[in-house]
C-alpha cells in the first residue's frame, strides 16, 4: 500500500490496510534495532522536533531515540525555559521551529486538539510538515494505540504482524476510561482489527455514553460493564490503565483501596480469563492500584516491558512513513 497519511491525529478513520501497512512498516525496523549497528540513515537531514507541553518520560524518550535511530536531527522543546513564558502563542512557538527547517512535529498537550489546530496552520502555510499527535487531553494517543497493536500481533506471529490476527480475540480494557486517550486510541484500533472490547471500571469512570462508540467503530464488537469478572472472563488479553490520582479531588472514587479491591488485576482474578492470556499497561503503574507487584513483574504475564521496545519500533516507522512523504512533497 502508498502510504498517504501526512499527519497522524488520531485514529478513528484508519483502515485495516494503512495498520498493516504500520505494523510491517515497524517489524522491518525492529530487525534495525536488533541488529549491531541500530541505525539507518532513512531520515538523514531531517529535523524532528518534540513539542511536549506537558510532562513525558516513555513517549517522549521513545520518538527522541526512534529518531536518532533514523539519524534525523532532533529539536526538543521544554516549555518551562520557553517564550510562552513571555506570553507567546503556541502557534507561534510552532512557527518559530518550523523557521528553523523542521520537517516534522510530535506535538503532546493537555488540552485536546492542539496537535490538530497546528497541523491545520502547517497545511494552510502549504510548508509540508508532518504532525504527529503524542498524546492530547481526552482525545488520543494514537502511537500508545499502534504500539499496544503491534505488540499484541507480534506475540500472535512474531516474523508477520497483522491487525488480521486479533479477529474473534476478548481484550479487557480496565480502569479510568473517561479520562484515557490512551483507551480511546485502543478502542478505534482493536476494534478495526475485528477484536471484542470489553470496557470495565466504575460507573463513573465508564460512562454509558461509551457505548455509542460502537457504531463508529469497525468490524469489532464493544461491551460495557462496572463488574470486573464478565469483562474478563476469557479474556484473551487484559489491557489496565493508569488510575490518574488527580481524579480522586473529583470524587469520583471513594478511596484507591476499593478501587483495588474491585478492579486491580491480580494472579488471583487471571483466573477468569482465557489459560495464556497477556496483561498489558501504557505506563506509568501505580502498583498495588491498578494491578498487583507480583503480576507486574511475572514474564510469564506481563507484556509491560514489550510494550516499551514495541514502542521505539513502531515511532521510528510512523517518523519515516510521515518523514518521507514530507521530503517527497
Known amino acids: 500500500m502508498t502510504w498517504t497519511r501526512h499527519h497522524v491525529l488520531g485514529l478513528k478513520d484508519w483502515t485495516p490496510e494503512e495498520y498493516d501497512t504500520l505494523l510491517q512498516t515497524a517489524s522491518s525496523f525492529r530487525e534495525v534495532l536488533s541488529s549491531r549497528t541500530k541505525k539507518v540513515p532513512a531520515l538523514q537531514g531531517v529535523v524532528v522536533t518534540n513539542l511536549f507541553f506537558e510532562p513525558s518520560t516513555r513517549t517522549r524518550s521513545s520518538f527522541?531515540?526512534?529518531?536518532?535511530?533514523?539519524?534525523?536531527?532532533?529539536?526538543?522543546?521544554?516549555?518551562?525555559?520557553?517564550?510562552?513564558?513571555?506570553?507567546?502563542?503556541?502557534?507561534?512557538?510552532?512557527?518559530?521551529?518550523?523557521?528553523?527547517?523542521?520537517?516534522?512535529?510530535?506535538?503532546?498537550?493537555?488540552?485536546?486538539?492542539?496537535?490538530?489546530?497546528?497541523?491545520?496552520?502547517?497545511?494552510?502555510?502549504?510548508?509540508?510538515?508532518?504532525?504527529?499527535?503524542?498524546?492530547?487531553?481526552?482525545?488520543?494517543?494514537?502511537?500508545?494505540?499502534?504500539?499496544?497493536?503491534?505488540?499484541?500481533?507480534?506475540?500472535?506471529?512474531?516474523?508477520?504482524?497483522?491487525?488480521?490476527?486479533?479477529?474473534?480475540?476478548?481484550?479487557?480494557?480496565?480502569?479510568?476510561?473517561l479520562h484515557s486517550r490512551v483507551a480511546r486510541s485502543n478502542i478505534w484500533s482493536l476494534t478495526a482489527a475485528g477484536a471484542t472490547v470489553h470496557l470495565v471500571g466504575p460507573p463513573t469512570l465508564v460512562p454509558e455514553w461509551f457505548k455509542g462508540m460502537e457504531k463508529e467503530s469497525h468490524q469489532g464488537k464493544l461491551f460495557l460493564h462496572w463488574d470486573l469478572k464478565p469483562a474478563l472472563e476469557k479474556a484473551d488479553f487484559v489491557m489496565t490503565l493508569r488510575l490518574q490520582k488527580e481524579r480522586m479531588t473529583d470524587y469520583l472514587l471513594p478511596s484507591l483501596r476499593e478501587y483495588h479491591q474491585q478492579y486491580g488485576i491480580t494472579h488471583r482474578r487471571l483466573a477468569w480469563c482465557h489459560p495464556h492470556v497477556k496483561i498489558l499497561h501504557p505506563g506509568p503503574v501505580n502498583r498495588g492500584v491498578e494491578i498487583s507487584s507480583e503480576l507486574m513483574d511475572d514474564p510469564d504475564f506481563s507484556l509491560i516491558q514489550q510494550q516499551v521496545t514495541s514502542g521505539i519500533a513502531v515511532r521510528m516507522a510512523l517518523l519515516f512513513l510521515i518523514g518521507t512523504l514530507s521530503i517527497n512533497n
Open 64 to 177: 527522541e531515540l526512534a529518531a536518532k535511530r533514523l539519524s534525523a536531527d532532533i529539536l526538543n522543546f521544554s516549555p518551562g525555559t520557553s517564550s510562552l513564558t513571555k506570553g507567546e502563542t503556541i502557534l507561534d512557538t510552532a512557527k518559530t521551529y518550523l523557521a528553523m527547517g523542521t520537517n516534522l512535529m510530535v506535538i503532546r498537550h493537555k488540552q485536546a486538539g492542539v496537535p490538530q489546530a497546528i497541523a491545520l496552520e502547517m497545511d494552510r502555510l502549504n510548508t509540508g510538515v508532518g504532525i504527529l499527535n503524542a498524546g492530547d487531553g481526552q482525545h488520543e494517543h494514537p502511537s500508545q494505540g499502534l504500539l499496544d497493536l503491534f505488540t499484541l500481533c507480534c506475540l500472535l506471529d512474531f516474523d508477520h504482524p497483522r491487525s488480521g490476527l486479533l479477529k474473534g480475540k476478548k481484550i479487557a480494557i480496565v480502569g479510568d476510561i
